[in-house]
């Protein structure tokens, strides 16, 4: 566990040498750095509290403030605090190599169905495309690497928000808003969590032109140990994507997600 020396908080250190300094701000800082320098990347309000020697009302009011603006996020499965992805970057150590492992099983499913296929994570609050491994086809339905999609509008949007609690979920497009991307875009928060409800059921997300007018996508859950949640999908103009192939392009990414996962070292 990080710890700091006996005469300074988390983010007084600052204070005391810089009488410009904002205090509330360096202890944020603090608490970040702390999370950073644990050894499994993750620290319990209890733990943070213990090493920053504040309150521990104080400091859940500055760990909620970030997990709000994104800097933040709360592991669902042990309420553990995390660095949001954006602080990690595809050359890190060990979401580089989720990447590099990965794109094998997403070229063959390409080289399968010949459709474009994507690895995206949950970036802060919107979802982040970690590679992109394109269709052969002169016509398709293709994201650019690095961008960031809304969490409502996608199926990987959906795959990923299905991992997460129906409050954070609540929580994220409180603040992002849903605003339409196309003609069949979900604009309503209950309609949404009834669709997550089935996501979770079914292990698998659709995209019925809700990003793009004319295109359509299917995605499954990627649930990477010690990182926010992740998805793979399929997307493709709607006209070579039709919703009969749905269900054997999920069973597809599904077994390919189980392929990954198992080629990830623990």
């Avoid at 009302?57 to 709360?74: I, N």
């Avoid at 060990?94 to 499913?109: F, K, N, S, T």
């Avoid at 990477?224 to 493709?236: E, F, G, K, Y």
Wanted: glycine share 6%.
């Amino acid at each position: 566990m990080a710890s700091i020396s006996s005469d300074e908080t988390v983010g007084e250190r600052g204070v005391a040498r810089d009488g410009y300094a904002v205090r509330s701000i360096t202890r944020a800082l603090g608490l970040l750095d702390a999370i950073r320098a644990s050894p499994d990347g993750g620290m319990s309000l209890s733990a943070l509290t213990e090493t920053a020697q504040l309150p521990k009302s104080t400091v859940f009011r500055y760990l909620a403030t970030m997990e709000v603006c994104g800097y933040l996020q709360r592991d669902p499965t042990n309420d553990e605090f995390r660095l949001a992805s954006f602080f990690l970057s595809p050359q890190s150590e060990r979401l580089g190599m989720i990447v590099r492992m990965a794109r094998p099983h997403l070229q063959a499913v390409r080289d399968q169905v010949e459709e474009t296929v994507n690895l995206a994570i949950l970036d802060g609050r919107r979802v982040a495309y970690l590679d992109i491994v394109e269709s052969p086809w002169a016509v398709s339905l293709t994201a650019r690497e690095g961008t960031r999609d809304p969490l409502h509008a996608t199926a990987l949007g959906k795959a990923i928000a299905a991992q997460l609690p129906d409050e954070r979920v609540r929580q994220i497009l409180s603040i992002e808003g849903m605003p339409p991307r196309a003609g069949n875009t979900i604009t309503d928060i209950n309609v949404f969590l009834g669709v997550l409800a089935d996501v979770r059921a079914n292990r698998y997300a659709v995209d019925d032109c809700e990003v793009e007018d004319g295109g359509r996508c299917v995605a499954v859950p990627l649930e990477l140990d010690r990182l926010p949640p992740a998805a793979i999908s399929i997307s493709a103009p709607a006209f070579r994507l039709s919703f009969e192939s749905v269900e054997s392009l999920s069973a597809l990414l599904l077994s390919t997600a189980e392929a990954i996962l198992s080629s990830i070292p623990a």
